[in-house]
């Protein structure tokens, strides 16, 4: 019969337990990375709702619109910018929007929600068509929801995916705009969207 492996003295137990518990810690310090990463990025009202955090904070700093372009138009599902006349339309106004945003100092939390907030006009006109006023109302809605003037947020949500026990998680404060960004986000779109309300009707709808 082969030998018995020779018992594993003192100092190498003691240097194997160490090694397991330095795993152990490794492995929940990726797991805890890898929750707060994705909490980060959890949309909440239009915060994180079409563009994520990297995304924005790349585009920050990215000089050459023609890659923010792209980007927007990978992130928006409009790769076809290049050849649809409506596609092409979305993806420069979205460039446009977010250009704004970055040379008035937008963070990029006040980015995305600004990002999505002009968004859910242009999706809100293609799906349903409303009328000026309509549309004007429900952007003065989201504009306060997403303000500090704004009550807070429940501080949590339940996470999908379990079955006989619901997580709860805490979800981002989506109430990202101070007063005086309330005032330079209405100009803006009052002097672009709303200004052009009834060509963007005539465009995206055909009427």
Sequence with gaps: MPPKPAAKTKQELEEQKRKEEEEAARLAAEEAARKAEELANTPSGLLWKDIKRKQVEAWLTEKDAEAIEREIAAAMGL?????EVKSAMKVEFHL????????????????SVFFSLLNDQVTHLTETGCEL??????????????????????????????TSQMTETPLP??????????????????????QHF??????????
């Design 133 to 162: 006023p309509a549309a004007y109302e429900r952007f003065k809605q989201l504009l306060v929801e997403h303000s500090l003037a704004a009550p807070a947020p429940t501080p949590t949500a339940t996470a999908a995916g379990a």
């Design 173 to 194: 404060d989506p109430r990202v705009f101070a007063l005086a960004d309330i005032k330079t986000v209405t100009d803006y779109a009052t002097k672009t969207w709303f």
């Design 96 to 111: 446009l929007n977010f250009v704004f945003a970055r040379d008035n100092g937008f963070n990029a939390e006040k980015c």
């Design 198 to 207: 009834r060509l963007w009707r005539r465009c995206l709808r055909g009427s």
């Design 79 to 83: 790769s076809d910018y290049k050849d």
